[in-house]
């Protein structure tokens, strides 16, 4: 039997997206995909995927696998968004889809894991940039948190399960970071998409800076020796050594064990591209825009990442050699500095102001990147709690600039706490797990929504379904069976934050209909 639409909650929604005002159109829709992509994770992540693989084409086939994916999830969810253009987004497409608690368990999660620890991550390779500028900004400067060195206590973080918990000086740039944005975005959303539309030409205009100077002034033999010809294949049909968990075993793995493991940085830094979904009740033509931004944004910023990519192997070599004048050359991508693979390649082209000219754009790039993700972000707590499903006062909106400034309030002092609990490193593979099974999940439910609520309104359809879809689906599973397998110490702890949502969920929704039958 075929289960219709349902009418009268699509139109309760679409009542309450009359609170928002309508200030995205196509372009800043696009700018706040291609905005909440580009944070710091292209100018950082090669060196561990580089680390990884061990070889230039691996290291460039982690980024195209994380483009094929990234690009086919976009497409589809531009079916969703048109079908269901109200805030909240992906929150919205699970729970149509499998049911309010999927729904709940992915707002839970991207409150406390996906969308904050992002943030996070993000604020906490700003301050890292900063330190570029000022090296007493970093993250052996500690401020605050004890540990036990005989024979007295010092100032240093706690450990806790491979963690290092405790406030240094970086990461308290990261929490200054999320509070002067947080505060911002509460003075509404047009504020918020011309800050995001400045700080998003200014990071795209830096990419392609990289890659047009990269390519045209910064090839060197040396680099070109060691990464490309016969080099270039190298150890493609090798195994590879893989440590499981913390301090566990090295093990040997395949081609593709080693490119879902080297998946966690890639995907990490072309993830978000989906939070401008959570804003569609402030989108202008939203059946129109939302697919069409989801499209234009991934494309141009995965076309972007490939190509930085290959200007890293132009500029550094993979590995270190004994050639050369500079320590980049020395150390290559795999060595760079606190893996500032593109300060290392703009200061091998130009000296020393080429690191700093990068520092610079990479701390635009992650101010401009955690806008966007703040800005979106709230607006998913923000329709939770018009469900009934999460703090009452985060469902209410500014009086005057109607923006979610509760929602904004909560989601920043969760992410200051995050930002003391853990390195760059470690919260980036927490995020991934997370994030890859909500994608899982929700492109799944495009296929029980085909057979549910097949006379449902699309204005547009997933391009390549059911096959493209599918393929996304097998991939992403097998990506996240092997971080199970190899990433223990973080994916294990993440999957059970989703799963301690379960009995959170029935224990608000019972406290919704209880306050409803109060009401009646």
């Not at 009359?18 to 710091?40: H, Q």
């Not at 969810?77 to 309010?100: H, K, V």
């Not at 204005?459 to 390549?464: D, E, K, L, N």
Request: charged share 10%; hydrophobic share 55%.
């Amino acid at each position: 039997m075929t289960v219709e639409a349902k009418p009268a909650l699509v139109t309760r929604e679409e009542v309450r997206d009359r609170e928002f005002v309508k200030g995205l159109g196509l372009t800043s829709s696009t700018m706040l995909v291609m905005g909440s992509m580009i944070g710091s994770g292209i100018f950082l992540v090669s060196a561990d995927i580089a680390r990884e693989t061990n070889s230039p084409a691996l290291l460039i086939a982690a980024w195209v696998v994380t483009g094929f994916l990234t690009i086919v999830a976009a497409l589809s969810y531009g079916e969703l968004a048109a079908m269901m253009p109200q805030a909240g987004g992906q929150y919205i497409y699970l729970r149509e889809a499998l049911g309010p608690l999927w729904g709940f368990l992915y707002g839970w999660t991207l409150f406390l894991v996906i969308q904050t620890g992002t943030i996070a991550a993000v604020g906490v390779a700003f301050g890292r940039f900063l330190g570029v500028f000022f090296p007493s900004v970093s993250s052996t400067h500690w401020i605050a948190g004890l540990h036990w060195t005989a024979p007295a206590f010092v100032i240093g973080p706690v450990r806790l399960g491979g963690m290092e918990v405790g406030l240094n000086t970086q990461n308290l740039m990261a929490i200054l970071l999320v509070v002067v944005l947080s505060v911002i975005n509460i003075f509404g959303i047009k504020l918020g998409a011309i800050i995001q539309d400045v700080f998003t030409f200014a990071k795209v205009s830096a990419l392609l800076g990289l890659v047009i100077f990269g390519l045209l002034k910064g090839r060197n033999a040396i680099a070109l020796a060691a990464n490309f010809g016969s080099n270039f294949w190298r150890n493609v049909h090798a195994l590879h050594p893989v440590q499981v968990g913390v301090g566990g075993p090295m093990v040997l793995v395949g081609t593709l064990t080693i490119l879902a493991v080297a998946q966690v940085g890639s995907l990490f830094s072309a993830d978000a591209w989906n939070n401008v979904t959570f804003t569609a009740g402030e989108v202008i033509n939203p059946k129109r825009n939302l697919p069409l931004s989801l499209a234009l944004g991934t494309g141009i910023v995965i076309a972007l990442y490939i190509a930085c990519n290959v200007v890293y192997l132009n500029v550094l070599p993979l590995q270190g050699v004994a050639q050369g004048s500079t320590i980049y050359l020395q150390n290559g991508i795999q060595h760079a500095t606190e893996d500032r693979v593109a300060t290392a390649a703009l200061s091998q082209m130009f000296g020393a102001i080429g690191g700093y000219l990068m520092a610079v754009a990479i701390m635009v790039s992650s101010f401009g990147c955690n806008n966007g993700l703040i800005l979106s972000g709230a607006r998913v707590y923000y329709a939770m709690a018009k469900d009934g499903l999460f703090f009452r006062g985060a469902g209410k909106l500014h009086p005057t600039y109607k923006t979610p400034a509760a929602s904004l309030m909560v989601q920043m002092a969760w992410i200051s706490i995050l930002c003391v609990s853990g390195s760059y490193g470690q919260l980036l593979d927490y995020v991934v797990f997370a994030v890859l099974v909500f994608y899982i999940l929700t492109i799944a439910g495009l296929f029980i929504l085909r057979r549910t609520q097949p006379n449902a309104d699309r204005p547009y359809r997933a391009i390549g379904y059911p096959v493209l879809p599918a393929v996304y689906i097998v991939m992403a599973v097998f990506i996240d069976i092997v971080l199970l397998l190899y990433k223990p110490q973080y994916t294990w702890p993440g999957l059970i934050i989703v799963l301690l949502g379960i009995p959170v969920y029935y224990a608000w929704n019972s406290r919704r209909k209880t306050s409803e039958s109060s009401a009646a």
